[in-house]
């Protein structure tokens, strides 16, 4: 049986706070005047500056192209020698934390929140995504809000991961499912422990 909606008034419910909406506009002017503009393979540190000033926790090394998008950086963890490629859409409406070594690869969709389908107003609820180190996030990739990619996990290129993906899994498709196992055979100089 449908539910009677009463029109002319507006449902939905946009509950930030104007300390987060301040932030934002900030931020978002920051982005465009100072972080977009710079150059691809240079500014390295300039990026990574920018973010820690905002609240971001960077490790030494890690990379962020100046096309990636970080919607709140006091909410960005990553860890060292981490990567977040080019247009890569890093929705932070709750933590993502990047593990060591772990790479999210270009246009890729890390979206920590959505909103409640079961009610009317659809009120915003989001959930943290972990990116375990050596996991890879392929191209065009979307994770969703409370996902854990587990320690050398690989999420194939365009893959929709809703669940969890347990260390050192290969997942691909919409829903993503599991489509093999990662096995090291050279290390490459980097530590790694593979249970």
Same mark, same amino acid.
């Given at each position: 049986?449908?539910?009677?909606?009463?029109?002319?008034?507006?449902?939905?419910? $946009?509950?930030?706070?104007? !300390?987060? *909406?301040?932030?934002?506009?900030?931020? #978002?002017?920051?982005?465009?005047? /100072?972080? &977009? @503009?710079?150059?691809?393979?240079?500014?390295?540190?300039?990026?990574?500056?920018?973010?820690?000033?905002?609240?971001?926790?960077?490790?030494?090394?890690?990379?962020?192209?100046?096309?990636?998008?970080?919607?709140?950086?006091?909410?960005?963890?990553?860890?060292?020698?981490?990567?977040?490629?080019?247009?890569?859409?890093?929705?932070?409406?709750?933590?993502?934390?990047?593990? $060591?070594?772990?790479?999210? !690869?270009? *246009?890729?969709?890390?979206?920590?929140? #959505?909103?409640?389908?079961?009610? /009317?107003? &659809? @009120?915003?609820?989001?959930?943290?995504?972990?990116?375990?180190?050596?996991?890879?996030?392929?191209?065009?990739?979307?994770?969703?809000?409370?996902?854990?990619?587990?320690?050398?996990?690989?999420?194939?290129?365009?893959?929709?991961?809703?669940?969890?993906?347990?260390?050192?899994?290969?997942?691909?498709?919409?829903?993503?499912?599991?489509?093999?196992?990662?096995?090291?055979? $050279?290390?490459?100089?980097?530590?790694?422990?593979?249970?």
């Amino acid at each position: 049986m449908p539910i009677p909606i009463e029109t002319g008034k507006r449902v939905y419910v $946009d509950s930030m706070s104007r !300390s987060v *909406r301040a932030r934002r506009l900030l931020w #978002s002017l920051v982005y465009l005047l /100072l972080f &977009r @503009p710079t150059p691809r393979f240079a500014c390295e540190g300039w990026r990574r500056w920018l973010l820690r000033s905002f609240g971001a926790k960077i490790g030494h090394g890690s990379r962020i192209a100046p096309s990636c998008f970080v919607w709140a950086p006091w909410n960005l963890s990553m860890g060292i020698y981490a990567c977040l490629g080019d247009g890569v859409d890093c929705y932070t409406q709750s933590r993502v934390e990047l593990g $060591d070594y772990s790479t999210v !690869s270009q *246009r890729s969709f890390l979206c920590t929140a #959505s909103h409640d389908i079961r009610q /009317l107003s &659809r @009120p915003l609820i989001s959930s943290p995504i972990t990116i375990a180190p050596h996991a890879w996030v392929c191209a065009e990739a979307f994770i969703g809000p409370g996902v854990e990619i587990g320690e050398g996990a690989i999420v194939a290129a365009r893959g929709v991961v809703i669940r969890s993906v347990a260390p050192w899994k290969i997942v691909g498709g919409n829903p993503a499912r599991e489509i093999g196992e990662r096995r090291i055979t $050279d290390a490459g100089g980097v530590g790694h422990e593979q249970a």
